[in-house]
């Protein structure tokens, strides 16, 4: 039976949206070919009339899941300062942190992504420097550029405190963490300014 290209395409677009999720629910290493291709509701052998590898496959879903962040929660958020705190009030929540498999690609792969593949790596830097992009651009309307550095430290806070605040077994505490994420994030944004 032959496929329509518009029927390989959605296929192929089905294994990289399960894939994305399965990764940040059980990790890269945690996720097995058998794993993503059952998700998708394929057989292990499909992923190669797809993808060259399993690590083409986690690089591909790794860029769609930083796309998917970008163009589902930064690009939607108003400019400016009301903005970022949008997209920060949004990110310190229990449902964000609760909710892994449709969370944030950034708090829940940062670590193994930094010890995958080069281009797994260069797939999660490229997404990355959309989003600081959109948050520079927020911070510095006037100069984009020159907002980066801030951005790409917001970035690392956010991650890192979500990361952290899933990590702990203390409900209380870890809800107690999002909400000084909050406090923290709006610190970094408004330092420095001239408001």
């Not at 690089?59 to 400016?80: K, L, N, S």
């Not at 903005?83 to 792969?109: H, K």
Request: aromatic letters at 4%.
């Amino acid at each position: 039976m032959r496929y329509t290209k518009d029927h390989k395409q959605q296929t192929r677009q089905r294994i990289i949206a399960t894939a994305g999720r399965r990764l940040k629910q059980d990790g890269i290493d945690g996720s097995g070919v058998a794993t993503l291709m059952k998700d998708a509701g394929l057989t292990n052998g499909t992923l190669y009339a797809y993808f060259s590898s399993k690590d083409h496959l986690v690089a591909t879903a790794v860029a769609d899941q930083m796309r998917a962040q970008h163009e589902g929660i930064v690009a939607q958020a108003a400019p400016g300062r009301a903005g970022l705190e949008q997209i920060i009030r949004w990110y310190f929540t229990p449902d964000q942190r609760d909710n892994v498999a449709d969370g944030c690609p950034n708090a829940a792969l940062l670590d193994e992504i930094a010890r995958s593949t080069d281009p797994t790596r260069q797939a999660y830097t490229d997404g990355a420097l959309v989003l600081i992009d959109g948050f520079a651009a927020r911070l510095a309307p006037h100069d984009p550029p020159s907002a980066r550095l801030k951005a790409l430290s917001l970035l690392g806070m956010m991650a890192g405190t979500l990361q952290l605040s899933r990590a702990l077994t203390d409900r209380q505490l870890a809800d107690q963490l999002l909400e000084q994420g909050i406090r923290n994030a709006l610190a970094l944004i408004d330092a420095g300014q001239h408001n």
